[in-house]
């Protein structure tokens, strides 16, 4: 099985703050909030995911790539307060 990996990118050192959730085999589940500074990588084992990303400053771009199974999913944002939303099943 393949790993989900996210990649925040974009402005060096915009901030953002991004609420996820995964779900694996059986009853496995975690949830979390990852806030930082692009660039950054977060893994997480193969399982369902879906995560809520917010810039949280003004004068940068951020762009995040979401990729599992197969699937490839890509959004940018410029601006503070701008969200983008991801899902994997």
């Known amino acids: 099985m393949a790993d989900i990996v996210v990649r925040f990118s974009g402005t060096q050192?915009?901030?953002?703050?991004?609420q996820w959730e995964w779900a694996g085999p059986g009853q496995e589940?975690?949830?979390g909030t990852w806030a930082g500074r692009a660039p950054r990588?977060?893994?997480?084992?193969?399982g369902r995911f879906s995560m809520t990303v917010i810039q949280q400053a003004s004068g940068g771009r951020l762009e995040v790539l979401v990729t599992g199974r197969g699937n490839r999913s890509s959004s940018s944002s410029s601006g503070a307060g701008a969200m983008m939303l991801f899902s994997l099943q």
Do not use: K, N, Q, Y
Request: proline share 13%; aromatic share 6%; charged share 25%.
């Open 13 to 18: 050192g915009i901030p953002f703050t991004a």
């Open 29 to 31: 589940h975690r949830s």
């Open 41 to 46: 990588v977060e893994r997480l084992p193969d």
